[in-house]
């Protein structure tokens, strides 16, 4: 419900729009024309706060995948990437960057053609199959910062130039996908996709976008996988029990096949290389892409690139990091995380929002704290059925969720909506639910026993389990 709400008071920018974190001096406003020649790049850096525009006025060029329109302005605010052209192209910049400049080594972009020509004929052959066809299976995988993401969007940009609905899953909780951060992502694509956000945040400024993007949406509250693999490899069960299903609603997506992105925490040979297999069986990956990691490939290479007993081979592609993929650092990614949360309930700045406040008595609500692995420590101190309701419905020591009392600890967070009830369910139901949208704890008075919540929609959410964990980190200035 959440994620289709185009049209909610379009009329005017929220405040806090108007003052952007951190505060920077004003954007330098002189326009420069930049001549990229055939199979460059421009690359750039922008930090938050900071205005940074590029217009193609001539020729052709594409931000992973997706192509530019001529004349059309593409504003850049905390962001790191590169604007590629096959065939030159004339750019007007203005504003101020960290960093920019044209870059000429540019081989990965051959190379990630190569695989889309790949993929394509695989495709292809599952069209001419019919019923029968399944399209490619893909999972990349590599350390942080080496360009897994760029390559996936990619990917998919140019498979839904070529008239193909491939799926996308982001596994890595540490950046949204069409979501703030701290979940898992499933979206079947059949349109461009955004060009200033990749695949964007939230689908929220016409019908066009809503209609062709029905995102399914897991909540992780963690950093990483890694944190509850258990936990992870069992969501991971529910989640691909539905994206198969998804798939297999409809041909075109079905012969189009799956694109999953993966965090570089799964990188780890000896904590998470299970978790890996886990991913390639529950989602029959047909293919993997390494990059980044020659050890990470020899790996794979070794355990999944020979036929075993009735596991066949699956091939493992290795590809080099892009010259321009760059760390993004600790307090980069929770500027990017804020600025996430911060659209979901404000708007882009070209589409603001407006959000609505509920006052809700702490009897109405069904809060579950995602325990964190640190809780394991306390849980010598920790009685089961101690602070449980009187229905019985909290979780034993031990388990993902905890039923809590409202408590200022939970000002400035984020909720997620689960799909399930609120009140006598399973862990496991609260776990494998998805999300139906998102919550922003703005009050919460523990005199008159109230929360203030901001949501993106006028409707309460009834008797839902509403799930609140250390991940993403809270956002105070949300609202003023
Ligand atoms: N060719 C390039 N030129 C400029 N910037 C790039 C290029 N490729 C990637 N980047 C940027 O480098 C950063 C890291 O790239 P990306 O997110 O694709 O890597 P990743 O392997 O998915 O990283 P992580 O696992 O940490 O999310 C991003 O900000 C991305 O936009």
Same mark, same amino acid.
């Given at each position: 419900?959440?994620?289709?709400?185009?049209?909610?008071?379009?009329?005017?920018?929220?405040?806090?729009?108007?003052?952007?974190?951190?505060?920077?001096?004003?954007?330098?406003?002189?326009?420069?024309?930049?001549?990229?020649?055939?199979?460059?790049?421009?690359?750039?850096?922008?930090?938050?706060?900071?205005?940074?525009?590029?217009?193609?006025?001539?020729?052709?060029?594409?931000?992973?995948?997706?192509?530019?329109?001529?004349?059309?302005?593409?504003?850049?605010?905390?962001?790191?990437?590169?604007?590629?052209?096959?065939?030159?192209?004339?750019?007007?910049?203005?504003?101020?960057?960290?960093?920019?400049?044209?870059?000429?080594?540019?081989?990965?972009?051959?190379?990630?053609?190569?695989?889309? =020509?790949?993929?394509?004929? %695989? /495709?292809?052959? @599952?069209?001419?199959?019919?019923?029968? &066809?399944?399209? *490619?299976? !893909? +999972?990349?995988?590599?350390?942080?910062?080496? =360009?897994?993401?760029?390559? %996936? /969007?990619?990917? @998919?940009?140019?498979?839904?130039?070529? &008239?193909?609905? *491939?799926? !996308? +899953?982001?596994?890595?909780?540490?950046?949204?996908?069409?979501?703030?951060?701290?979940?898992?992502? @499933?979206?079947?694509?059949?349109?461009?996709?955004?060009?200033?956000?990749?695949?964007?945040?939230?689908?929220?400024?016409?019908?066009?976008?809503?209609?062709?993007?029905?995102?399914?949406?897991?909540?992780?509250?963690?950093?990483?996988?890694?944190?509850?693999?258990?936990?992870?490899?069992?969501?991971?069960?529910?989640?691909?029990?539905?994206?198969?299903?998804?798939?297999?609603?409809?041909?075109?997506?079905?012969?189009?096949?799956?694109?999953?992105?993966?965090?570089?925490?799964?990188?780890?040979?000896?904590?998470?290389?299970?978790?890996?297999?886990?991913?390639?069986?529950?989602?029959?990956?047909?293919?993997?892409?390494?990059?980044?990691?020659?050890?990470?490939?020899?790996?794979?290479?070794?355990?999944?690139?020979?036929?075993?007993?009735?596991?066949?081979?699956?091939?493992?592609?290795?590809?080099?990091?892009?010259?321009?993929?760059?760390?993004?650092?600790?307090?980069?990614?929770?500027?990017?995380?804020?600025?996430?949360?911060?659209?979901?309930?404000?708007?882009?700045?070209?589409?603001?929002?407006?959000?609505?406040?509920?006052?809700?008595?702490?009897?109405?609500?069904?809060?579950?704290?995602?325990?964190?692995?640190?809780?394991?420590?306390?849980?010598?101190?920790?009685?089961?059925?101690?602070?449980?309701?009187?229905?019985?419905?909290?979780?034993?020591?031990?388990?993902?969720?905890?039923?809590?009392?409202?408590?200022?600890?939970?000002?400035?967070?984020?909720?997620?909506?689960?799909?399930?009830?609120?009140?006598?369910?399973?862990?496991?139901?609260?776990?494998?639910?998805?999300?139906?949208?998102?919550?922003?704890?703005?009050?919460?008075?523990?005199?008159?026993?109230?929360?203030?919540?901001?949501?993106?929609?006028?409707?309460?959410?009834?008797?839902?389990?509403?799930?609140?964990?250390?991940?993403?980190?809270?956002?105070?200035?949300?609202?003023?």
């Amino acid at each position: 419900m959440a994620f289709s709400l185009p049209g909610l008071g379009l009329s005017t920018a929220p405040q806090s729009l108007s003052t952007p974190l951190p505060s920077f001096a004003a954007a330098e406003s002189v326009t420069r024309t930049q001549r990229l020649d055939e199979r460059t790049e421009w690359r750039f850096e922008v930090a938050f706060g900071r205005q940074y525009t590029i217009k193609l006025t001539q020729g052709t060029a594409e931000l992973w995948g997706t192509e530019l329109a001529v004349g059309q302005t593409c504003n850049f605010n905390g962001y790191k990437g590169a604007v590629f052209t096959w065939h030159g192209c004339t750019l007007e910049i203005t504003g101020d960057a960290e960093s920019e400049y044209v870059a000429q080594e540019t081989e990965h972009a051959t190379e990630w053609l190569n695989v889309h =020509g790949m993929l394509e004929t %695989l /495709r292809a052959e @599952a069209e001419d199959a019919g019923a029968q &066809g399944e399209g *490619p299976r !893909v +999972l990349v995988v590599g350390p942080d910062a080496v =360009g897994k993401s760029s390559l %996936l /969007r990619s990917l @998919a940009a140019w498979g839904v130039r070529v &008239g193909r609905s *491939p799926t !996308v +899953l982001n596994l890595d909780p540490r950046e949204g996908l069409l979501s703030p951060a701290g979940c898992i992502t @499933a979206v079947t694509l059949s349109s461009q996709s955004d060009t200033e956000s990749g695949f964007g945040i939230t689908p929220v400024s016409g019908p066009t976008a809503a209609s062709v993007r029905t995102p399914l949406i897991y909540s992780w509250p963690y950093a990483s996988p890694t944190e509850h693999p258990a936990a992870f490899k069992s969501l991971l069960t529910h989640v691909a029990l539905h994206v198969t299903g998804k798939l297999e609603a409809t041909l075109a997506a079905k012969h189009s096949g799956l694109l999953i992105d993966s965090p570089g925490s799964l990188n780890d040979p000896k904590s998470s290389y299970d978790l890996l297999a886990h991913i390639i069986s529950e989602f029959s990956i047909t293919h993997l892409i390494t990059i980044g990691s020659e050890r990470m490939y020899n790996d794979l290479n070794r355990r999944f690139g020979q036929t075993r007993g009735d596991d066949k081979a699956i091939p493992v592609l290795r590809l080099t990091k892009p010259g321009g993929a760059v760390e993004r650092d600790a307090t980069f990614m929770k500027l990017l995380r804020a600025q996430e949360m911060r659209q979901y309930f404000f708007g882009p700045p070209y589409t603001p929002l407006n959000p609505h406040s509920h006052s809700i008595t702490f009897s109405e609500l069904s809060i579950y704290r995602a325990r964190t692995p640190s809780d394991e420590a306390d849980d010598a101190a920790y009685q089961p059925g101690m602070d449980y309701e009187p229905d019985g419905s909290s979780l034993s020591s031990g388990s993902l969720f905890e039923k809590v009392e409202p408590s200022t600890a939970m000002t400035a967070s984020l909720m997620a909506i689960k799909f399930c009830s609120g009140s006598g369910v399973e862990e496991s139901e609260i776990r494998d639910s998805a999300v139906m949208g998102w919550l922003y704890v703005a009050d919460v008075d523990e005199m008159k026993k109230r929360v203030r919540f901001l949501a993106p929609h006028p409707q309460r959410w009834g008797d839902r389990a509403l799930v609140w964990g250390g991940f993403p980190e809270a956002v105070g200035d949300l609202v003023t």
